[in-house]
């Protein structure tokens, strides 16, 4: 029904009602964009908290057995326990101390000999100088370093495992005598990254400066004898933002992948 109104002051009072009314849903829709914002930024430094904490952890994880590297190292370069029996006997100990969380534990020489605690004995042709482990370790003098991680089959049925290298230079009377190495599992370290909780539809994966992607939730993303998946080959990710965040040390959050 339609209602004519006669008087100036009618006019005047609805003019009025009718301003409140749009002006009151103006300022509902400010409020609620407002609300919204603060909310989506509360949310971002939760995320962003739990993400700092997260990888903190995991590289108190990393540095443990970094630490024990070191440690050992230290430990043959003062005590100068060169001999292989004795030798095993400290790897084998180092191995039993983390619980199988390092596979192995091992020292290969310029020689091209290799001591191990698990008593692997190479197909002839190894060549210890030219494994990564090594050669990363000798480039860079007296620092411990990191393999990117790789595939590495288990035992003679041909299943595989994830492992990462960490390794450094043993040196005598101030020679290089050879490199000290441990094989550390990765499955802990995936598990411990899928069980990580963001919130509903979120989860959290591991990628290095490079962009090789570590950890993942999903397989296909996983390291294989074909080495690592890069982020740059999988579609619909934000990879050059990521690999920013990353390289800066930042937290960043991908739409998809």
Request: charged share 25%; with cysteine; glycine share 6%.
């Amino acid at each position: 029904m339609f209602v004519r109104i006669k008087t100036i002051k009618a006019k005047y009072i609805m003019t009025g009602l009718l301003i409140s009314l749009v002006s009151l849903c103006v300022v509902s829709a400010a409020s609620y964009y407002v609300s919204y914002s603060i909310v989506s930024r509360q949310l971002d430094m939760r995320m962003q908290a739990i993400a700092d904490r997260n990888a903190s952890d995991l590289n108190l994880w990393l540095n443990k057995y970094k630490l024990l590297v070191d440690h050992t190292i230290a430990d043959i370069e003062i005590d100068q326990k060169f001999d292989p029996v004795v030798l095993k006997k400290i790897f084998v100990e180092k191995v039993r101390l983390s619980q199988k969380i390092i596979k192995d534990f091992y020292l290969g020489t310029k020689d091209n000999q290799i001591y191990t605690a698990s008593g692997w004995v190479p197909q002839p042709g190894y060549q210890v100088q030219t494994r990564p482990w090594f050669k990363e370790a000798v480039a860079d003098g007296s620092r411990t370093v990191f393999t990117k991680p790789y595939e590495e089959a288990i035992g003679l049925d041909q299943k595989s495992e994830i492992v990462v290298t960490i390794s450094r230079t043993l040196y005598h009377g101030g020679a290089q005598l050879g490199v000290v190495a441990a094989d550390i599992r990765m499955q802990d370290m995936t598990n411990t990254v899928r069980n990580f909780n963001f919130g509903q539809n979120s989860y959290a994966f591991i990628i290095d400066s490079d962009g090789d992607i570590i950890t993942h939730r999903h397989k296909d993303f996983l390291p294989s004898k074909n080495g690592l998946k890069n982020i740059a080959s999988v579609p619909g990710v934000e990879y050059s933002e990521l690999l920013r965040a990353v390289r800066e040390g930042k937290s960043f959050t991908a739409q998809s992948l």
